[in-house]
């Protein structure tokens, strides 16, 4: 640990922050369907401030005022939420960030200068599109923090560098809080709160900032490096958003597959058979069985050209659904009937989701099944954790 001190004037050093994150029952909201931050930050060396004097509530004002002034910080550690665990290494240093997010094996790297956002990362990408994924590979890709199609992953984002937004995270929850005694952490003097969202350490010298918030089993984050300076620079290879936008409908005009005879958007054709079924399988159907009335349903609403296929068995003997194949899986137990429908489309995107209970018109559930794994319902069950 690095600890900077100046004669009568105390550097920072480093901090500890814990987030709470959403998780990804939607990719596209990777890291998702966002990443929502409850942090603190560090001690400095120096002379006692009195904070180890005052009230609990007040401890965390100060904490929060102190976190609002912060310039540049170092995140890293990792959180549980929702069987999901997210891991962040992240550096920000003024307007400026770069960091590194791993949510359950999905990875990417990103810079963020002013408006501009680069990403990094295949699986994370091809979460959000295929044609984005494809086209860019393993390079950069340049975009803007205004980006729609980027949102929840700017917003996750500036939860974590935004000194703003972590100062008003901190302490949502809005207590009790109640002191719990003084010691240290990592050599530097704090004194203990107790509150909503964990056990937050705050400095006793210099300004008081927050220093760590341990969840327990939920996690923990540490800051490091608190007012230092980052060499954080713009990627070279980078592919601009906007040419791989251009390219994709360029390509898909030109394609003769248009959408009244294929699937176009997996997530669409999805969600709208488990709402159909949600309506079709009835209390009274009695068993899974009933969910092969489901094609008949189904071949009213589709074209006539996508075929239905519904599957029932051994599910690593199932073919994989296409473009023009949708696919509906019935599985009983008596534990629970299952109606799982997998969807794929012109893009290569293969959505899954399933409903459960008996009869199976319950507990909807989605996922989409990881880029380069076949279109089947075995990987769409996998997708989904069963």
Same mark, same amino acid.
């Given at each position: 640990?690095?600890?900077?001190?100046?004669?009568?004037?105390?550097?920072?050093?480093?901090?500890?922050?814990?987030?709470?994150?959403?998780?990804?029952?939607?990719?596209?909201?990777?890291?998702?369907?966002?990443?929502?931050?409850?942090?603190?930050? =560090?001690?400095?060396?120096?002379?006692?401030?009195?904070?180890?004097?005052?009230?609990?509530?007040?401890?965390?004002?100060?904490?929060?005022?102190?976190?609002?002034?912060?310039?540049?910080?170092?995140?890293?550690?990792?959180?549980?939420?929702?069987?999901?665990?997210?891991?962040?290494?992240?550096?920000?240093?003024?307007?400026?960030?770069?960091?590194?997010?791993?949510?359950?094996?999905?990875?990417?790297?990103?810079?963020?200068?002013?408006?501009?956002?680069?990403?990094?990362?295949?699986?994370?990408?091809?979460?959000?599109?295929?044609?984005?994924?494809?086209?860019?590979? %393993?390079?950069? $890709?340049?975009?803007?923090?205004?980006?729609?199609?980027?949102?929840?992953?700017?917003?996750?984002?500036?939860?974590?560098?935004?000194?703003?937004? $972590?100062?008003?995270?901190? /302490?949502?929850?809005? /207590?009790? @809080?109640?002191?719990?005694?003084?010691?240290?952490?990592? /050599?530097?003097?704090?004194?203990?709160?107790? /509150?909503?969202?964990?056990?937050?350490?705050?400095?006793?010298?210099?300004?008081? @900032?927050?220093?760590?918030?341990?969840?327990?089993?939920?996690?923990?984050?540490?800051?490091?490096?608190?007012?230092?300076?980052?060499?954080?620079?713009?990627?070279?290879?980078?592919?601009?958003?906007?040419? *791989?936008?251009?390219?994709?409908?360029?390509?898909?005009?030109?394609?003769?597959?248009?959408?009244?005879?294929?699937?176009?958007?997996?997530?669409?054709?999805?969600?709208?058979? $488990?709402?159909?079924?949600?309506?079709?399988?009835?209390?009274?159907?009695?068993?899974?069985?009933? #969910?092969?009335?489901?094609?008949?349903?189904?071949?009213?609403?589709?074209?006539?050209?996508?075929? *239905?296929?519904?599957?029932?068995?051994?599910?690593?003997?199932?073919?994989?659904?296409?473009?023009?194949?949708? *696919? =509906? @899986?019935?599985?009983?137990?008596?534990?629970?009937?299952?109606?799982?429908?997998? *969807?794929?489309?012109?893009?290569?995107?293969?959505?899954? %989701?399933? $409903?459960?209970?008996?009869?199976?018109?319950?507990?909807?559930?989605?996922?989409?099944?990881?880029?380069?794994?076949?279109?089947? #319902?075995?990987?769409?069950?996998?997708?989904?954790?069963?």
């Amino acid at each position: 640990m690095v600890r900077r001190c100046a004669t009568r004037r105390s550097a920072p050093s480093p901090f500890i922050a814990f987030i709470g994150v959403i998780i990804v029952s939607h990719p596209r909201r990777a890291v998702a369907a966002g990443l929502a931050a409850s942090a603190l930050l =560090l001690a400095a060396c120096g002379s006692g401030n009195g904070e180890d004097g005052k009230q609990a509530q007040q401890i965390v004002n100060d904490a929060k005022a102190a976190l609002r002034s912060a310039t540049s910080f170092h995140v890293a550690g990792s959180v549980k939420s929702d069987n999901s665990t997210t891991t962040v290494d992240i550096r920000v240093d003024g307007s400026k960030s770069a960091g590194h997010v791993d949510q359950d094996g999905t990875a990417f790297d990103f810079v963020e200068t002013g408006s501009s956002l680069y990403l990094r990362g295949k699986d994370f990408l091809a979460s959000l599109s295929q044609d984005v994924a494809g086209a860019v590979g %393993g390079k950069w $890709l340049k975009t803007s923090t205004a980006d729609s199609t980027f949102s929840d992953t700017t917003s996750s984002i500036d939860s974590l560098t935004k000194p703003s937004d $972590l100062a008003d995270s901190l /302490g949502s929850k809005g /207590g009790p @809080y109640s002191k719990t005694g003084t010691g240290s952490v990592d /050599g530097e003097s704090v004194v203990f709160v107790k /509150g909503p969202e964990g056990t937050m350490a705050v400095a006793t010298s210099g300004k008081p @900032y927050p220093v760590r918030l341990d969840g327990g089993s939920k996690g923990r984050m540490d800051v490091t490096e608190y007012g230092a300076s980052f060499d954080i620079s713009v990627p070279g290879d980078a592919v601009d958003a906007s040419a *791989v936008s251009s390219s994709s409908n360029s390509s898909a005009s030109s394609t003769d597959t248009s959408s009244d005879k294929v699937i176009g958007d997996a997530t669409k054709e999805r969600d709208g058979v $488990l709402e159909v079924a949600q309506g079709t399988i009835t209390d009274s159907s009695g068993s899974a069985s009933d #969910a092969w009335g489901m094609a008949s349903a189904l071949a009213k609403l589709l074209p006539a050209n996508i075929d *239905v296929s519904v599957q029932q068995g051994d599910v690593s003997q199932t073919p994989p659904a296409s473009p023009t194949n949708l *696919v =509906l @899986y019935v599985q009983e137990s008596s534990n629970g009937d299952l109606f799982l429908v997998v *969807v794929d489309d012109t893009s290569g995107r293969c959505e899954a %989701g399933a $409903l459960s209970g008996t009869p199976p018109n319950h507990d909807p559930q989605k996922a989409m099944v990881p880029s380069g794994q076949d279109c089947t #319902a075995e990987n769409a069950l996998a997708a989904l954790g069963g």
